[in-house]
């Protein structure tokens, strides 16, 4: 539907011309669960003197809503910013990134790009982040398992910095493996973490790879449940 005519024919949805709306999107999950989606999109979305339109095309949720719906249990509802109808493609366009970026790192509930921070930002690009992931990734993944290694101990230092006890010795070796790794790390890909700009791209390109290994993860779970289904008929 093209903006015009959903400005031109908004009486016969009952939308109001001269207010502003919100786009909604959705993945509609599995059969069965479209109409319940749709449902509580109108329910929620919907103010006591307005109602909402929404359409499902193809297992993915379309709406205009007065106000943000509520959340859905299980489902990501990716909401563009208020526009007036004419420009609700441009809202329609922000929620459509919002909800690639929350499939992506799989995030839930309801989900705007403000909420999402820098993340949107990993999702696109993907010439530059191929060529980026050449120069400075493929010496680290040809070290295999050490690679890996070295890799998750970059991406999660919180997680890999020891505790303390007592006077801290115990731990010493620890951390002199985590900046060993991390020197190694710098060594292999050219990438300095003391530098704000490698910073930034070393955290872009480990997301993106977090982003992928996630998708191949969740495909991977939906063919199982596909070859069980058939098994089971």
């Not at 459509?96 to 921070?117: M, P, R, S």
């Not at 993944?141 to 006077?167: F, K, L």
Request: charged content about 30%; hydrophobic content about 40%.
């Amino acid at each position: 539907m093209t903006p015009e005519r959903l400005v031109r024919e908004s009486d016969a949805f009952g939308l109001d011309i001269g207010r502003t709306y919100f786009a909604v999107r959705a993945e509609c999950g599995e059969a069965g669960a479209a109409e319940a989606l749709e449902t509580h999109v109108r329910r929620s979305g919907a103010t006591t003197d307005r109602r909402t339109l929404q359409v499902v095309v193809d297992g993915r949720l379309l709406a205009v809503t007065p106000r943000v719906p509520a959340p859905f249990e299980g489902t990501v509802l990716a909401v563009g910013p208020a526009r007036m109808l004419q420009d609700a493609h441009a809202s329609f366009a922000e929620a459509g990134e919002a909800l690639v970026t929350a499939a992506a790192f799989g995030i839930a509930g309801i989900v705007d790009l403000g909420a999402l921070g820098p993340l949107p930002l990993v999702t696109e690009a993907d010439t530059l982040a191929e060529r980026l992931s050449a120069r400075h990734l493929r010496a680290l993944d040809e070290r295999g398992r050490a690679g890996r290694g070295i890799e998750d101990t970059v991406r999660t230092p919180a997680r890999a910095r020891p505790q303390c006890r007592g006077d801290g010795r115990t731990a010493a070796p620890a951390r002199n493996s985590v900046r060993y790794r991390v020197e190694r790390f710098r060594e292999l890909t050219g990438l300095d973490l003391r530098r704000t700009e490698d910073l930034v791209t070393t955290w872009w390109l480990l997301k993106r790879r977090e982003s992928a290994r996630a998708a191949a993860d969740r495909g991977a779970e939906s063919a199982v449940r596909a070859i069980a289904d058939d098994l089971r008929r």
